[in-house]
């Protein structure tokens, strides 16, 4: 605020003040309601400004509305690509359909650690696709986790 102008007289006023000084009959989509309406004068060219206060109803409105029971879909209803794998029900690494399993690292960074010695195939077969996931058979997962060559390389 600038030294030079005066804010103004500070006169308090009361609630009831207000009311008698603003109050107006608005008229509404629905339909006359009482309110408060405050337009202050303007000396210069700008357009005239009003405010309202208690134009908009605050009852709820209890009419029945249809219910959308079929609301549009904002996701893709195609299956995820891990369902599509799963549904396949076949090994990625040997092709058998026996007990389908699925192996899951924690973390892509763990398949290719730097510095380490070279991975085995189905680390590489992970790393390539970028997928913390590999649906394997029963056998290929326990090769996996006892650190032998699982089904056939890819």
Known sequence: MVA???PGPEIPITVPQVYRRYRAVLVTERGPRRGLRAAPDRDDERPPVEAHWGRISLARDIAPRPLDDDPIRIWNSRRSELV??????ACERCDSTHKVEVHYVRALKDLNPKGR???PDWVEQMAARRRKTLVVC???HEDIHAGRPTGRPR
Do not use: V, Y
Not at 84 to 89: D, G, K, P, Y
């Open 117 to 119: 010695k070279p991975q």
């Open 4 to 6: 030079d102008q005066d």
């Open 138 to 140: 029963r056998t290929c």
């Open 84 to 89: 599509q794998r799963l549904l396949a029900e």
